[in-house]
Each structure stands twice: as structure tokens, then as C-alpha cells.
Nanobody, 123 residues
Framework: VQLQASGGGLAQAGGSLRLSCAAS????????MGWFRQAPGKEREFVAA????????YYADSVKGRVTISRDNAKNTAYLQMNSLKPEDTAVYYC?????????????????WGQGTQVTVSS
């Protein structure tokens, strides 16, 4: 499956952004979806994940309550709504697709990755 992330940009602290991840090439509903981010000088970290049907979601503690992951299976697209943005949310955000495996937070559990979209939050 090919993944195309978009929606990043510059936002002020306290603002909002919605990231999109458009999938193509394989049956979208066969994959759980996740979002990760990588800040400058840091390792890539888990942000959020959603099951194939969208019935369950998982969040990193650092974003819980501020971020919502969702998906529209009819549009083959996953979303990451980010509210109350903080400067520490500044990172390149990646979407990823997962076929199987029990871990939601480990990069190695994901099979396909998008190219990343930059989010910059100014204070």
C-alpha cells in the first residue's frame, strides 16, 4: 500500500492542524493505521493508532486528550486531528499501515510508511 501524508504546516501554540494520510494500492480496510513523529535530534515516536474498523484507538500519553485519530474507509484516508498544539509537537509526522502484530507503538510492527509531513508549532 502507498501512503501519502499531508496537512502539515506552521501553527501557533494553542492552534490546531489536521493531518491526512491517503492510502492506495491495496485494500485500506486490511490495515490498522498509525501516526508517528520525529523531532529534530530525537528518535521517531508513536503518536496514535486506530484499528481496521476504527472501533478502537490508542494514544501516546504525551498527546492524549489533544489528538484524535480517525479514518474514513470509504475514502481510504486516515486523519490526525491535533488541537491545543504545543511547541514540543514540532516534528515530522509519518503515517504507517499495519497488517498484523500485537504492538501499536513499535515501528517494526508497521509494514508501510508515508513520506512524512512537517508540523511546526511556534510559541
Amino acid at each position: 500500500v502507498q501512503l501519502q501524508a499531508s496537512g502539515g504546516g506552521l501553527a501557533q501554540a494553542g492552534g490546531s492542524l489536521r493531518l491526512s494520510c491517503a492510502a492506495s494500492g491495496r485494500t485500506f480496510t486490511s490495515y490498522a493505521m498509525g501516526w508517528f513523529r520525529q523531532a529534530p535530534g530525537k528518535e521517531r515516536e508513536f503518536v496514535a493508532a486506530i484499528t481496521r474498523s476504527g472501533s478502537s484507538t490508542y494514544y501516546a500519553d504525551s498527546v492524549k486528550g489533544r489528538v484524535t485519530i480517525s479514518r474514513d474507509n470509504a475514502k481510504n484516508t486516515a486523519y490526525l486531528q491535533m488541537n491545543s498544539l504545543k511547541p514540543e509537537d514540532t516534528a515530522v509526522y509519518y503515517c504507517a499501515a499495519k497488517w498484523a502484530g500485537s504492538s501499536w507503538v513499535e515501528e517494526g510492527s508497521y509494514d508501510y510508511w508515508g513520506q512524512g509531513t512537517q508540523v511546526t508549532v511556534s510559541s
